[in-house]
Nanobody, 118 residues
Framework: VQLVESGGGLVQAGGSLRLSCAAS????????MAWYRQAPGKQREFVAH???????NYTDSLKGRFTISRYNAKNTVDLQMDNLKPEDNAVYYC?????????????WGQGTQVTVSS
């Protein structure tokens, strides 16, 4: 199983970035997908989630600025990030999760760095 993130980089405050995560080795369409981030010295935190059926959920502070989308035909999930702020500086990780019965399977990507300059 591989989750490969791309699209990170350096952007000025107020700018936009679009992250993408390409999945292989899983039946992508049945997995819930999510983005998390980890800033230096902080714990990894939830950013956004999209179910296998396309229902989305966001951490409250990011609603309206970030949009998660999935493309089952391409096995990818994107995170559109607008009006970026310095506090969005972090490594962004893609997550794939599948629940069956009482068990849960999680896969993670290696992360992509997002740096927002003020």
């Amino acid at each position: 199983v591989q989750l490969v993130e791309s699209g990170g980089g350096l952007v000025q405050a107020g700018g936009s970035l679009r992250l993408s995560c390409a999945a292989s080795g899983i039946i992508f369409s049945v997995y819930a997908m999510a983005w998390y981030r980890q800033a230096p010295g902080k714990q990894r935190e939830f950013v956004a989630h999209i179910t296998s059926g396309g229902v989305t959920n966001y951490t409250d502070s990011l609603k309206g600025r970030f949009t998660i989308s999935r493309y089952n035909a391409k096995n990818t999930v994107d995170l559109q990030m607008d009006n970026l702020k310095p506090e969005d500086n972090a490594v962004y990780y893609c997550n794939a999760r599948f629940n069956y019965g009482l068990r849960q399977v999680d896969y993670w990507g290696q992360g992509t760095q997002v740096t927002v300059s003020s």
